[in-house]
C-alpha cells in the first residue's frame, strides 16, 4: 500500500510563474489536508480538502493561492504568480476519517515527502 | 497569542536522560492532542496521540494532557541520539476542521 505522495520533489520557479503541485493520498483516503513550512518553522495548515470539496481553507491566502481535490486523480496547490516569499516546503497530509472523528478516537494524518518549491 | 506555542529550542538532554518537552495551547475546547517527530529534510510523523487528561505511556515515550491549564507534555526516557529531531506538539481544534501545529523544539541528545 502506498503512502502518500507528492510530486514534485522540488520545484524551482521564476518570480511570476505559476507552480503546481500535487498531492495522491494513500488509497482508501478522501480527506486531504496542505501545509506550508517555512525554514525553521512549524506547519501552518492551508487547506483541507474532500473530494469535489473545500472544507476549510482558512489557513489559505486569499489571493494567487487555490487548491482542488477532483473526483478522479491528485490533489492539486496551485500557486499563481509567484514570489520570493513563497519558498517553502508544502506537505499534503490524508487520512481515511474526519477530523471529527479524533474527539473520542485515535486520529491520524499521514504525511507525504513534502515539494520543496524555491522561487528564484 | 500563538494557538498552539512551543520553545523552540534548541534543547540538550545527554543519552540516557529524559526529555521534557512542553507545549501550551489557546483553544479551551480542544479535544485531541498530537506529537510529531520530524527529522531534518523529512516529512513529520506521528509518535503520540492523547485525548483524555492524564499520563499516555508508549514505550519510551509518555504523552501527559492537563486541560485545565492548557498544556500537554511528551517526556522522552532513556534519550538515544536518535531521538535527536524537531518534535511538533500539534491540537486539534474544537471546531474539528483542522489541526494546528506549534512551530517544533529542536531536541539533540549528546552522546
Known amino acids: 500500500n502506498a503512502g502518500v505522495m507528492q510530486n514534485p520533489r522540488h520545484l524551482v520557479r521564476r518570480r511570476g510563474q505559476e507552480a503546481r503541485l500535487r498531492c495522491s493520498p494513500m488509497?482508501?483516503?478522501?480527506?486531504v489536508y496542505w501545509y506550508r513550512q517555512l525554514p525553521e518553522e512549524g506547519l501552518k495548515f492551508m487547506v483541507y480538502?474532500?473530494?469535489?470539496?473545500?472544507?476549510?481553507e482558512s489557513g489559505m491566502p486569499k489571493e494567487r493561492f487555490s487548491a482542488e481535490f477532483p473526483k478522479e486523480g491528485p490533489s492539486i496547490l496551485r500557486i499563481q504568480q509567484v514570489v520570493r516569499g513563497d519558498s517553502a516546503a508544502y506537505f499534503c497530509?490524508?487520512?481515511?476519517?474526519?477530523?471529527?472523528?479524533?474527539?473520542?478516537?485515535?486520529?491520524?494524518?499521514?504525511f507525504g515527502p513534502g515539494t520543496r518549491l524555491t522561487v528564484t | 497569542q500563538k494557538e498552539v506555542e512551543q520553545n523552540s529550542g534548541p534543547l540538550s538532554v545527554p543519552e540516557g536522560a529524559i526529555a521534557s518537552l512542553n507545549c501550551t495551547y489557546s483553544?479551551?475546547?480542544?479535544?485531541?492532542f498530537f506529537w510529531y517527530r520530524q527529522y531534518s529534510g523529512k516529512s513529520p510523523e506521528l509518535i503520540m496521540f492523547?485525548?483524555?487528561?492524564g499520563d499516555k505511556e508508549d514505550g519510551r515515550f509518555t504523552a501527559q494532557l492537563n486541560k485545565a491549564s492548557q498544556y500537554v507534555s511528551l517526556l522522552i526516557r532513556d534519550s538515544q541520539p536518535s531521538d535527536s529531531a524537531t518534535y511538533l506538539c500539534?491540537?486539534?481544534?474544537?471546531?474539528?476542521?483542522?489541526?494546528?501545529f506549534g512551530s517544533g523544539t529542536r531536541l539533540s541528545i549528546r552522546p
Open positions: 492523547i485525548y483524555s487528561n
Open positions: 500539534a491540537v486539534l481544534y474544537s471546531s474539528a476542521s483542522k489541526i494546528i
Open positions: 483553544d479551551r475546547g480542544s479535544q485531541s
Open positions: 497530509a490524508s487520512s481515511p476519517l474526519p477530523p471529527t472523528s479524533g474527539v473520542r478516537m485515535t486520529y491520524e494524518q499521514y
Open positions: 488509497k482508501g483516503h478522501s480527506h
Open positions: 480538502l474532500q473530494k469535489e470539496n473545500i472544507i476549510d
